[in-house]
């Protein structure tokens, strides 16, 4: 299908650059993304997300909007407060570009329904807090052969990953087991400054726009982690994929989805 | 001996083990922590036992959580 005026007008910024192009506008609006996570990192990779145009955005949350949440969630406003986040951030995404499909999942992720969930998505992104849900998407992407956008934000740190299932290493790979509950501090706990979601969720919203253009290189194999009081990227090498991770390994040990005891900062 | 720890060059005392190290630079979850060196994760278990060489590239991983509340049941 050619583009509209409104299109060309719409994505013209786009359509400019010699990377991206009408070809790679195309591909965008083809496109369909799951963001598990309507929260700091979710809320702006789905506005970025949807105004580049990518045609399906699936957005999945089991929470509703708090005004605690309003600090940092920057998709949802004041009168949101109350409503399911998923609601919320649908309307606007729809708001913001109506090209876009909005899947709507309000639900909680498990090993039950994540298959399920990402089988119909070209790439995933996890805005996720909590470590069970983080094993259980990667786990699930490692299997399902998905590509996968890992982030964690804290205090004033974040980083980020790209898993390409297959290519390279994993998250697992790097953390084989979640830690105990309340081992690691938890963003309720410590806090979090608001503009960090800001800063990786768009950085894996990035990841997505690469990912789904075929542009540059993306972020498999290196941990990039971000200190906003040192103001300091720091790009970490990772060794190579396998290398007896028991999910992603040639002969893994992790063969079927587990649900670890939930974190203390999920439910509140 | 100089190390790189995160990027950046140190001295530290000759002999140093990556549990030292670790203490060192505060960690702040030194149980949790995943550490690498010249681009390869040691075993936690070998911690104690592990002495860095001059020149070693030492990174600390760490998990971060982050992100959306209320998630996993
Ligand atoms: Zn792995």
């Not at chain 2, 001295?11 to 190290?21: C, K, R, W």
């Amino acid at each position: 299908m050619p583009f509209t005026n409104e299109q060309l007008e719409r994505y013209s910024r786009h359509i400019i650059l010699k990377e991206i192009g009408a070809k790679g506008q195309k591909k965008l609006l083809n496109a369909k993304v799951l963001i598990i996570g309507a929260g700091g990192l979710g809320a702006p990779a789905a506005l970025y997300l949807a105004a580049a145009g990518v045609g399906t955005i699936g957005i999945a949350d089991a929470d509703v909007v708090d005004l605690s949440n309003l600090q940092r969630q920057v998709i949802h406003s004041t009168n949101d407060i109350g409503k399911r986040k998923v609601e919320s951030a649908a309307e606007t995404m729809r708001a913001i570009n109506p090209d876009v499909t909005v899947n709507t999942y309000y639900q909680f992720v498990n090993s039950d329904n994540i298959l399920d969930l990402i089988k119909d998505y070209d790439f995933i992104l996890d805005g996720t807090d909590n470590f069970p849900a983080k094993f259980l998407i990667n786990d699930a992407c490692v299997m399902a052969k998905k590509p996968l956008s890992h982030a964690g934000i804290i205090r004033f740190k974040g980083q980020l990953m790209t898993i390409l299932p297959g290519e390279g290493p994993c998250y697992r790979c790097i953390f084989k087991n979640p830690p105990p509950k309340d081992a690691v501090p938890t963003c309720k706990q410590a806090g979090v400054i608001g503009a960090m979601g800001g800063v990786i969720g768009s950085l894996q919203a990035m990841e997505a726009v690469k990912y789904i253009t075929g542009v540059g290189e993306l972020l498999s194999g290196y941990l990039l982690t971000y200190d906003a009081l040192k103001m300091e990227f720091h790009k970490i090498k990772l060794p190579p994929r396998g290398n007896g991770c028991a999910v992603c390994s040639d002969h893994p040990t992790i063969t079927t989805l587990i649900d670890y005891e939930q974190a203390v900062c999920d439910l509140h | 001996m100089k190390i790189t720890v995160a990027g950046t060059v140190k001295e530290v005392a000759d002999g140093l083990t990556v549990s030292q190290l670790i203490e060192q630079e505060n960690v702040e979850t030194p149980r949790y922590v995943t550490v690498s060196i010249n681009e390869e994760f040691i075993e936690s278990g070998t911690f104690e036992t592990h002495i860095l060489k001059e020149g070693d590239e030492v990174e600390f991983l760490y998990f971060m959580g982050g992100g959306a509340y209320a998630f996993y049941q």
